[in-house]
């Protein structure tokens, strides 16, 4: 029988942050088993860790190549195990070490991120039903990567990022057609305090209340279009609107172009 563990990620309260199975012996496992499981645990994301440290991540609706929270919520778990210290993870996107430190706070490295220019977002924008004044002019669109793609759209204001009600079906064939993982909705509160929304249905989830992979992506944005000078640390906000409040950290070093996403995690009950 398969154990899964459950964690709630980038929170210290469990009943906050972005929920994660977590697999710590899915050897013998196929993929066809691990997305069953994924499907049946219902979370956003479940990660699977077979010998070598190989992790795989797992919505209840497809594979991913990379889940921010589930890997500080696996990192987490290892460290209540073996005791904190530095891991290497190898996953789909490449290679993530994650170091935890005594308290069990988790900082993984991306891989080595990009950002593009978006040729229209008319069609998002629709979906999403927001107008193009409503965006923020100094924060453009762009799609960013970090071990998986996201959009980012950033509001003008905090309302406009709070009233979030999409089409569930035109926002997942849109993102489909542009391999997009999600949507990082961001509205600027300070120079280095940012809220942000993350609407996931490709992944069969409305939104997801903390996504770290879109963290690392977001900081690798901000670098890229100098909207911030390295070194700096970045606070991300993130499910306030859901009831589930989630703390990222994001730091950008001067001497390494990867991005570092730091949080808590903390094991929550079983459903019954």
């Known amino acids: 029988m398969t154990t899964v563990l459950r964690y709630a990620a980038f929170t210290t309260d469990p009943s906050g942050g972005n929920p994660a199975g977590v697999v710590l012996d899915a050897n013998g496992l196929d993929a066809d088993a691990m997305q069953a499981i994924?499907?049946?645990?219902?979370?956003?994301?479940?990660?699977?860790?077979?010998?070598g440290g190989n992790v795989r991540y797992f919505s209840?609706?497809?594979?991913?190549?990379?889940?921010?929270?589930?890997?500080?919520?696996?990192?987490?778990?290892?460290?209540?195990?073996?005791g904190p210290g530095e891991l290497v993870f190898s996953t789909p996107a490449g290679i993530i070490p994650v170091t935890v430190d005594d308290q069990l706070r988790a900082t993984l490295t991306s891989v080595e991120p990009y950002v593009e220019a978006?040729?229209?977002?008319?069609?998002?924008?629709?979906?999403?039903g927001w107008r193009s004044d409503e965006l923020d002019p100094a924060l453009p669109p762009r799609?960013?990567?970090?071990?998986?793609?996201?959009l980012v759209?950033?509001?003008s204001t905090r309302q406009r990022l709070a009233d979030l009600d999409y089409d569930f079906d035109r926002l997942t064939a849109y993102m489909l057609e542009r391999d997009l993982t999600t949507l990082q909705l961001v509205w600027r509160e300070s120079p280095t305090t940012f809220h942000v929304r993350d609407p996931f249905p490709v992944g069969g989830v409305v939104e997801d209340p903390a996504t770290g992979a879109a963290a690392a992506?977001?900081?690798?944005?901000?670098?890229?279009?100098?909207?911030?000078?390295?070194?700096?640390?970045?606070?991300?906000?993130?499910?306030?609107?859901?009831?589930?409040?989630?703390?990222?950290?994001?730091?950008?070093?001067?001497?390494?172009?990867?991005?570092?996403?730091?949080?808590?995690?903390?094991?929550?009950?079983a459903p019954a």
């Open 143 to 150: 799609i960013a990567y970090a071990g998986a793609r996201h």
């Open 217 to 269: 992506a977001f900081g690798a944005y901000l670098r890229e279009l100098k909207l911030v000078e390295p070194p700096v640390t970045l606070t991300l906000h993130q499910g306030d609107d859901l009831g589930s409040p989630s703390l990222i950290e994001v730091e950008l070093r001067t001497d390494d172009t990867r991005v570092r996403v730091s949080g808590n995690a903390v094991p929550i009950t």
């Open 60 to 82: 209840p609706k497809a594979e991913v190549p990379f889940c921010g929270h589930a890997t500080v919520a696996t990192a987490v778990a290892l460290a209540e195990r073996l």
């Open 118 to 128: 978006v040729s229209e977002i008319d069609e998002a924008l629709e979906i999403l």
């Open 153 to 155: 759209l950033a509001a």
């Open 38 to 51: 994924a499907a049946d645990v219902g979370y956003s994301e479940t990660a699977f860790v077979t010998e």
